[in-house]
Structure formats: structure tokens, C-alpha cells
């Protein structure tokens, strides 16, 4: 069974700092989708970025970047520029393309604190 | 249009009362899925629709919780005879088709809380 796991539980950074959030994970398999998440106080989740396993070249999303280590199965989050609204958990998922339900498997999340 | 919507936003009980959540995906998007987001579990699956059907509800995690999809659209899970254990988050996703590549677009949750 494939599991995710975030490492910090918790982190902070003073604003307009680059903070980096940790996701490794375990498959199987060669080919998934990776996603990062955002969840803020107000409880809704949002999508911050994708990487598809069969991507080399790292997603980028503004602020946002990923190091996508496929070989050592790691996921990482860089956010550039850290701006106040940036403060929420964020959560890593996988999604297996074999499962045939595309359900996500999440890590426990990281609380991430943008310091003014 | 609109987002996924879920009502209540909140929800408290007592135990062994049967409570239904329910959710309103984006009109259009086919798939649809439930999580459930406890302290003590994080974010862990549910059940996952594709239109009425539920071809995987691995993740309930016991037969006092069931789910329904009609009309492909509104989905309402039921807990029967909630337990203390049942107070979570629980969140409704949906997205455009069952293919991966898809976001999942998350609602806002229903907290729910037994007493």
C-alpha cells in the first residue's frame, strides 16, 4: 500500500523568506500524480500544485515549486516570497493511476506560519 | 458557477443519534469523493462515486456509515448510531471525471461533534 509522510509537523518563516515543506512517499509504482494542498483556517482545500511521475521537469506555480526526486521518492514544497495568506497546513497527496478510483492518500500535513 | 458546497457546516450530536451530511459537487463533474480529516487518522478516503455508483468504499470504516448518490449528483453520507470516534472533519470532493490528471475540488466540510 502506497503511504505519504510529512516530516514537520510544524515550521515558520518570516515573510519574504523561501521556506521548503518535506513530503517522501512509498510505491510501487512507476507511474502517479503527486499534489500539494493547502488548507487555511477557513477549512477549504486548495490545490497548489501537480507533478506527474513521468515529468522530469519540476512543476512550477508562481512562489510555488517542487523538488521532485523520483528516485528517492521525494516530494518537496518551495515557497518563494513567503507572503502573510500563505499561513495554513499544508497537506502532500498521491494518486495512484492503477487504483482505478484516484482517491488521494495524504500525509499528516505540516502547519506553516508566515511570521510578519 | 459555484463551488462544492456541504451543509451543515457544523453538526454536534449526541452518541447514538444517526446524523446525514451532505454535498453538493460542481454541476457537471462526475466523480466524487469523501474524507474524513480527525486529529488523532489525518486525511484518510471514504467512498468514491463515479456518477451513482460507488465502485470503491474501502475506506468506510465501519457499516454504521453509509453513502448515496442520486441524480449524479447530491451525495449524503450517513452515520448511524454515531460513536464518540465519529467527531471529525468530513470533507466532499469532486472533480470533472474519475482520470487522475483531474483536480479534486474540495468543500468547505462539516465538522461534526458527538457528544
Known amino acids: 500500500a502506497q503511504t505519504v509522510t510529512q516530516s514537520q509537523p510544524e515550521m515558520s518563516v518570516q515573510e519574504a523568506e523561501t521556506v521548503t515543506l518535506s513530503c517522501t512517499y512509498d510505491?510501487?509504482?512507476?507511474?502517479?500524480?503527486l499534489f500539494w494542498y493547502k488548507q487555511p483556517p477557513s477549512r477549504q482545500m486548495i490545490l497548489v500544485i501537480r507533478?506527474?511521475?513521468?515529468?522530469?521537469q519540476n512543476a512550477t506555480e508562481n512562489r510555488f515549486s517542487v523538488n521532485f526526486q523520483k528516485a528517492a521518492k521525494s516530494f518537496s514544497l518551495k515557497i518563494s516570497d513567503s507572503q502573510l495568506g500563505d499561513t495554513a497546513m499544508y497537506f502532500c497527496?498521491?494518486?495512484?493511476?492503477?487504483?482505478?478510483?484516484?482517491?488521494?492518500?495524504f500525509g499528516t500535513g505540516t502547519r506553516l506560519k508566515v511570521l510578519a | 458557477g459555484a463551488g462544492v458546497s456541504q451543509s451543515p457546516s457544523n453538526k454536534v450530536t449526541e452518541k447514538g443519534k444517526d446524523v446525514e451530511l451532505r454535498c453538493d459537487p460542481i454541476?457537471?463533474?462526475?466523480?466524487l469523493y469523501w474524507y474524513r480529516q480527525s486529529l488523532g487518522q489525518g486525511l484518510e478516503f471514504l467512498i468514491y462515486?463515479?456518477?451513482?455508483?460507488?465502485?470503491?468504499k474501502s475506506g468506510l470504516p465501519s457499516d454504521r456509515f453509509s453513502a448515496e448518490r442520486t441524480g449524479g449528483s447530491v451525495s449524503t453520507l450517513t452515520i448511524q448510531r454515531t460513536q464518540q470516534e465519529d467527531s471529525a472533519v468530513y470533507l466532499c470532493?469532486?472533480?470533472?471525471?474519475?482520470?487522475?490528471?483531474?483536480?479534486?475540488?474540495f468543500g468547505p466540510g462539516t465538522r461534526l461533534t458527538v457528544l
Open positions: 497527496a498521491f494518486m495512484s493511476t492503477t487504483s482505478g478510483t484516484y482517491k488521494y492518500i
Open positions: 510505491t510501487s509504482e512507476n507511474n502517479y500524480y
Open positions: 454541476s457537471g463533474h462526475t466523480a
Open positions: 470532493a469532486s472533480s470533472p471525471s474519475y482520470h487522475s490528471y483531474n483536480e479534486q475540488f
Open positions: 507533478q506527474e511521475a513521468y515529468k522530469q
Open positions: 462515486f463515479q456518477g451513482n455508483s460507488a465502485p470503491d
